[in-house]
């Protein structure tokens, strides 16, 4: 990106987008996966048994990371991370670009407000993002910024409130804008994507009306696009994270399934499954497409590894063997320039592969981390 004339101009411009009323049911199976990352983790059940065990969106993380305008120095902060929050870490951290922690950087939150079980995290075209304050019954989207001079984004507004309305928001995941600028967002805890308007509508943060397939189902909460397969069979069993693909149709990480779904964006019909357990996928976590669309990175807990599916000819090969570079529960991915960025949860650690091949660096990108890594944004060039 070609240098700009003022900080104004680079806050302005800095971010582009490149993502309970419900049956005690749905819970068990968030539950599920808290046992298990308690062991791979933190092990402090009395907070986490209710935690999510996973990391997309894209999101993947985040389906659209964010790029910037301004080269930064080495000191600068240039990735955002959100952390699982089981250490106490409730918060988003700033990462420099060789590497160097540097801390919270949401900052001016009010008094009432409280950060807990950080997710999603996703850009957007004004230089601000959106974050998951995922905890159960506190569930809402923050939106922070646009990021100042030092790299920190402060408080902004609640984007969309849990409950009421909204009660299909619970537990949320991961965060992904849609090509027409709406926001979706994946839910744990109801097994659901919902959708809301975007910030450049009239009312931003509103959930929107239920896509056709399901215009005529009076059960169905507000704002949901893709359903719990418990209310619906095209619905999904445990959804983790989405990114919205070349083809602007809408994949979603389905856990329990072990499959990739795609669901077409304006009848919220499911289409196809594009990849699953017969690919040798187990437990899929995060989904990143490359820029130009041609190839799916998608995090598998339950295989240890990262797999590679080019959409042309919907091959399917693992890009990060398990256990690659000491990998163990692998979530955030983040396609930044020439390599792949991959969390592991586990050993608290962000790796770094070539885009090219999968050779694993040297060292980790960031090789001591307070917490758990969950999402990986870059929020300067």
Request: glycine residues 10%.
């Amino acid at each position: 990106m070609r240098p700009v004339p003022s900080a104004l101009a680079v806050l302005l411009s800095s971010l582009a987008v490149s993502v309970a009323i419900v049956a005690l049911a749905p819970r068990a199976a968030a539950d599920d996966d808290d046992k298990k990352h308690e062991k791979h983790h933190d092990k402090d059940k009395d907070k986490d048994k209710k935690h999510d065990d996973s990391t997309s969106t894209g999101a993947p993380a985040s389906s659209a990371p964010g790029t910037a305008t301004a080269s930064a120095s080495p000191d600068e902060i240039v990735y955002f991370l959100s952390m699982h929050g089981a250490a106490g870490s409730d918060s988003v951290i700033g990462i420099t670009g060789n590497g160097t922690v540097k801390g919270s950087v949401v900052t001016n939150l009010p008094a009432t407000e409280k950060l807990h079980l950080l997710r999603g995290l996703c850009p957007l075209s004004d230089g601000s993002i959106l974050v998951s304050n995922a905890w159960m019954q506190d569930t809402r989207i923050l939106r922070f910024g646009p990021i100042v001079a030092d790299g920190t984004a402060p408080f902004n507004s609640i984007f969309v409130q849990g409950g009421g309305m909204n009660a299909a928001l619970l537990h949320t995941y991961a965060i992904a804008v849609a090509p027409d600028g709406s926001i979706y967002c994946s839910n744990q805890d109801t097994i659901t994507v919902t959708r809301y308007a975007g910030i450049n509508s009239p009312t931003p943060g509103a959930p929107l009306p239920l896509p056709s397939s399901l215009a005529s189902r009076s059960d169905i909460q507000p704002g949901v696009f893709v359903p719990s397969a418990k209310d619906d069979k095209h619905g999904v069993r445990d959804v983790r994270g989405i990114a919205f693909g070349p083809d602007g149709q809408l994949y979603v990480a389905d856990r329990k399934r072990g499959e990739v779904l795609v669901y077409n964006t304006t009848t919220g019909e499911r289409t196809r499954t594009l990849v699953g357990p017969d690919d040798g996928l187990k437990q899929p976590i995060q989904l990143a497409f490359t820029a130009d669309g041609s190839t799916l990175f998608i995090s598998d807990d339950g295989k240890n590894c990262v797999w590679r599916v080019s959409m042309a000819d919907r091959s399917v090969s693992q890009f990060v063997p398990p256990g690659a570079s000491g990998l163990s529960a692998p979530s955030a991915l983040l396609i930044d320039g020439d390599r792949l960025l991959v969390g592991s949860r586990e050993g608290k650690q962000i790796l770094a592969f070539s885009l090219k091949d999968g050779t694993p660096a040297a060292q980790p990108f960031v090789a001591k981390l307070p917490d758990n890594p969950e999402f990986l944004v870059r929020v300067r060039k």
